[in-house]
């Protein structure tokens, strides 16, 4: 957590000192750390941006309790930085200057040869900030270097994966997304996830536009390549710096009638490396409830987000994690509905009874009801209560007619009943404006609003590594948990699942210094 404000610190990197080793905090900041290696005396460097990296022996942490960690913001190095800079009278550059060298620069400072990637993979939701549907695994993933396809030419082995059910699963919001209302639903509305043909994995890997940079990756930002710089305005903002490393921050934008989007990139000051790169799209048509303000200060509904981070080895980058956050509605049918409509004949009378107690005013209002018998509305002269029914739940409603016309009217309808559904053509019924007893709408569909995370935190690196021949590959049309092929190598016990904590309590120990 951050040492002035007592606020998590997410994605901040923790690295097993001297093992090539690490995992990323979760958004509440936290972090999880095998015993083992509190066993071993081993020693975890933390750095995030903006902030003193900060080492510590594991062996100072208490293994009963939540341990805090307090980083320190680095403004003191960042203005030295600054001065250091000023004293050589480098020729200021502007915005958009730095982010196409940074552009340019991808080829030199990103890895062309094979390597591999060994992290913790997780998919969850979020309802109400509950994690919900956890799903984790380990991943080695066969990456061919930046000039190959990534949708076409990476593998990716599994070493382990798990259906948390610790957490609570929610089987609506595990159906795939519709892009419209459709009853009883998973929806996303205004947005599009393109598969690439290939399962949650691959879809998450697509949305890694420095990695994809050559092809489209997600709107705006289309081809990184080509498209950023064209599709943006660019602002220079302080620098910062990750670790020894001081960073160019450029903050982006661009504004539609319905959208709004908005990103930042950390460049190196060095050789223009882009370290860090986030993204997020809001919908300006519709508004946070309750007069809540997201991060850019407007009360738009997010439609996604994206963060990737990119870390050094061996003089080029390679990926340290990426998060894909959207939101998605999952529509729940009416509580309170028609049970049924029939007709009385002997009385010259429709029936309308409800599943559950109508107010009982706005039930037995004529402006609420719409009859129309062939096509041409029927006005109501009176609606009764039935008495008979103790729960209050069904009327009575006759029709302004001649006895006669009447009478034709309610047998045309009980013949067609008889032989099935009446069709609509013949008798339509309309109700709206009444609730129940519990103030839910008649007929009325409502929405959760769910947020759907898909990340993948990187815990080793190795290079020039070559993809294996093998057939244990997972098949990326498939799930990941569903029927996978999964091995074990030797060093399995090496890695371990960040698994979110549930619930967050302060504790005793802390490390300030």
Do not use: C
């Not at 994995?201 to 050559?214: E, G, M, P, Q, S």
């Not at 994206?306 to 509605?329: G, V, W």
């Not at 959760?448 to 590594?465: G, I, L, W």
């Amino acid at each position: 957590m951050d040492s002035k404000t007592q606020e998590p610190i997410a994605f901040a990197s923790i690295r097993i000192k001297d093992r090539a080793l690490g995992i990323i905090s979760n958004t509440d900041g936290s972090f999880k750390i095998p015993l083992k290696y509190k066993e071993y005396g081993d020693i975890i460097e933390i750095s995030s941006m903006g902030y003193q990296t900060k080492e510590i022996s594991i062996q100072s942490f208490s293994v009963y309790e939540l341990n805090d960690v307090r980083l320190k913001p680095a403004t003191l190095e960042l203005e030295e930085a600054v001065v250091t800079a000023r004293k050589k009278k480098k020729k200021k550059l502007t915005a958009r200057q730095i982010v196409r060298r940074a552009i340019s620069s991808i080829p030199e400072n990103y890895p062309v040869e094979s390597f591999s990637t060994i992290g913790y993979y997780r998919d969850y939701q979020l309802d109400s900030l509950r994690y919900v549907n956890l799903n984790e695994a380990i991943l080695e993933v066969f990456d061919e270097g930046f000039d190959a396809i990534d949708s076409v030419t990476t593998k990716v082995k599994i070493f382990d994966y798990l259906e948390n059910t610790d957490f609570k699963r929610d089987t609506l919001a595990l159906r795939s997304y519709e892009y419209q209302f459709k009853e009883g639903r998973k929806v996303i509305d205004k947005a599009f996830l393109a598969s690439y043909g290939g399962n949650e994995f691959t879809i998450l890997r697509v949305h890694d536009a420095l990695r994809n940079y050559k092809i489209d990756s997600y709107s705006f930002v289309h081809r990184l390549k080509s498209d950023l710089l064209s599709e943006h305005k660019f602002k220079k903002e302080s620098d910062t710096y990750l670790a020894d490393e001081p960073l160019y921050t450029v903050k982006f934008e661009k504004l539609l009638l319905d959208y709004s989007a908005y990103g930042t990139m950390y460049i190196s000051k060095r050789n223009f490396a882009i370290h860090k790169m986030e993204y997020i799209v809001y919908d300006r048509t519709k508004k946070l409830p309750n007069g809540i303000i997201n991060k850019h200060k407007t009360n738009n509904q997010l439609i996604f987000e994206i963060i990737t981070e990119y870390r050094p080895e061996n003089d080029k980058l390679f990926l340290n994690y990426i998060s894909f956050h959207n939101t998605f509605q999952l529509w729940d049918p009416p509580k309170f509905v028609l049970e049924y409509t029939t007709v009385d004949i002997n009385q010259q009378r429709f029936i309308i009874s409800f599943n559950l107690t109508p107010d009982l005013e706005a039930a037995l209002d004529k402006d609420n009801y719409i009859f129309k018998y062939k096509e041409k509305q029927i006005d109501l002269t009176k609606i009764v209560l039935d008495n008979s029914d103790e729960n209050r739940k069904t009327v009575f409603l006759y029709p302004k007619m001649y006895p006669y016309k009447a009478e034709e009217m309610f047998r045309s309808i009980s013949v067609a009943a008889r032989k099935g559904p009446v069709d609509s053509l013949l008798l339509s019924v309309k109700v709206s404006n009444i609730r129940d007893m519990d103030g839910n709408l008649i007929n009325e569909w409502t929405s959760r609003d769910y947020d759907q995370f898909r990340e993948f935190f990187v815990q080793e690196v190795k290079t020039n590594v070559k993809r294996p021949v093998d057939s244990l590959l997972m098949e990326k049309r498939k799930p990941i948990f569903k029927d996978q092929p999964m091995i074990n190598p030797d060093n399995f016990n090496d890695y371990w699942m960040n698994t979110p904590l549930q619930n967050i309590k302060t504790k005793g120990n802390s490390s300030d210094n």
